[in-house]
């Protein structure tokens, strides 16, 4: 088979997969389907298939895989224990008055909550909470929503669990002082975005109605030390200033955060807690995790079947990074919404 004809195969391939994800496929399903084909168009041996491409990077993904897990189980557990919710009761106060200041606050609190939490359930679980308060003190939906996912973005700058995945991409990126020093400039950058979003929506949110969202079962409200409010921001904290790796940084906040807020006093209330923070925590990033870990099998049967072609990609691809850095700002808006480069 010439490399004009796999090239070709692997193009249509391609596209017919990208039109499969923006019509919203199931990208775990697309990518593994699209491993399997890329493997016999790129005629990989079998053996050699079966071990580089469906059992090393699965393995090797592993390490990551335990991040998302004890950042996802840490954001359910700050949920959980009433922390987020405290936080949240305490930015409210603020708004009845000055509902522009609160919102800024708001934001804020997000991104430090997310600077460590991660995963969709922590997501939704602090959703849960927040959004029924901007709704309150007269936000429009479009605001709020807008907000909030932004503010999330603007702490995945610096959020270790999602570094580790794309560590994976470009293992010689490490978790330094030269990363954290982008990390956290990009989040301020982005950060000043949302305030000034935020500022000039201001008249908006001022003249807003409040909505009160009634919540559909009863949830105990927590008190909790004030000075467990620092405890979303201490696993990113271990790890640059006393260089711990996330998941004793992670581990250690949870612990601390069961124990602060009274729910280490009974043995088995703080086993029934763990135990349901974990299950809820792990399944919510399940269908995640297999997605992640097919995606790295497609990521091998790609560098497989295109090696050949590296020589081309280099002609194409231009070569100053600044130019790079403009075409993806470009052309990032196709990512949103399953757009192409999504993918």
Not at 187 to 213: D, S, T, W, Y
Not at 245 to 268: E, H, Q, R, W
Request: hydrophobic share 55%; proline share 4%; net charge positive.
């Amino acid at each position: 088979m010439s490399s004009a004809i796999i090239g070709g195969l692997l193009a249509i391939t391609f596209i017919l997969f990208v039109a499969y994800a923006m019509k919203g496929g199931n990208l775990t399903v697309g990518f593994f389907v699209m491993a399997v084909l890329w493997t016999i168009i790129g005629r990989v041996p079998f053996q050699q298939a079966i071990q580089e491409i469906f059992t090393e990077p699965v393995l090797n993904y592993g390490k990551t895989a335990a991040y998302i897990i004890f950042g996802s189980w840490f954001g359910r557990v700050l949920v959980d224990t009433g922390i987020a919710g405290s936080i949240s009761r305490r930015t409210e106060k603020v708004g009845k008055k000055q509902p522009v200041l609160a919102t800024l606050l708001i934001a804020i609190v997000i991104a430090l909550i997310f600077t460590s939490s991660y995963g969709v359930g922590s997501a939704i679980a602090v959703g849960v909470i927040l959004f029924p308060i901007m709704f309150s003190i007269g936000v429009p939906k479009t605001i709020a929503v807008s907000v909030f996912t932004m503010s999330i973005g603007a702490a995945m700058y610096v959020n270790n669990v999602l570094f580790v995945q794309f560590q994976v991409f470009f293992p010689k990126v490490e978790w330094g002082a030269h990363y954290q020093r982008f990390g956290f400039v990009a989040m301020l950058v982005q950060m000043g975005i949302v305030f000034l979003f935020i500022l000039f929506n201001a008249k908006k949110i001022r003249n807003g109605r409040p909505e009160i969202v009634e919540s559909d079962s009863d949830v105990a409200v927590t008190e909790v030390p004030i000075w467990t409010y620092v405890l979303p921001v201490l696993p990113v904290a271990l790890s640059i200033f006393a260089k711990w790796d996330a998941v004793p940084a992670l581990l250690l906040s949870t612990i601390i955060a069961f124990a602060a807020t009274g729910n280490m006093k009974s043995y088995t209330r703080f086993v029934t807690l763990m135990n349901e923070t974990a299950k809820h925590a792990i399944s919510d990033i399940a269908g995640l995790l297999i997605m992640l870990f097919v995606l790295t099998m497609f990521q091998s049967a790609a560098v497989q079947a295109m090696s050949g072609f590296t020589g081309i990609f280099q002609q194409i691809i231009p070569e100053n990074k600044l130019i790079l850095i403009g075409i993806i700002a470009v052309i990032a808006p196709l990512s949103y919404f399953r757009g192409p480069l999504m993918l």
